[in-house]
């Protein structure tokens, strides 16, 4: 059973222009939600961030937006530049269960590409 | 500062083989997750450690394991290798692990990736 989705495997957007992720999830327990970058042959990178207290979470030209009653969340970019091109992954994370550790839980990834 | 730094980069094994992948963590962290990389199944958690105990493990077989060492550096294990386990393994730190902040986001190395023929 997937917790966390991405149902699109792969975007294409003109540079310049919008670029919106989205991510669905199904266990009402995360409370922490993340947004990753990986370009082919490196390890994943953090891009952003947003606790489920929150709604919106900006970071320059990334912002993430949360909407806990739909179980979703979305990362938009403005603009996109080419560089943005790359596989994004949305995961979440529950609550610290006691045992002093938290794992995260990944989407399969999309695979945004700028178009220059 | 260094980054994460896993090796060896890439390997190539037989079916039944063992193989032994090694991190290690961004200086002054103290906590290292394994994830798995599949084409089909995305990223999934194998293990974390913290002060080398084992406090959290994810749902694969007992042919994975790991340990951690005194200065924080981890090692993973895969016994009586299977085609299945053909994967990119990435390594990540933290400072603690416990309670996600800015400051405790998993930072990722490369990875190491396995081919199993």
Known sequence: DQQVKQNSPSLSVQEGRISILNCD???SMF??????????AEGPTFLISISSIKDKNEDGRFTVFLNKSAKHLSLHIVPSQPGDSAVYFCAASAPDSGAGSYQLTFGKGTKLSVIP | KAGVTQTPRYLIKTRGQQVTLSCSPISGHRSVSWYQQTPGQGLQFLFEYFSETQRNKGNFPGRFSGRQFSNSRSEMNVSTLELGDSALYLCASSR??????GANVLTFGAGSRLTVL
């Open chain 2, 96 to 101: 603690t692990g416990t309670g996600l902040s």
């Open chain 1, 25 to 27: 999830y199904t266990n």
């Open chain 1, 31 to 40: 409370d922490y939600f993340l947004w990753y970058k990986k370009y082919p």
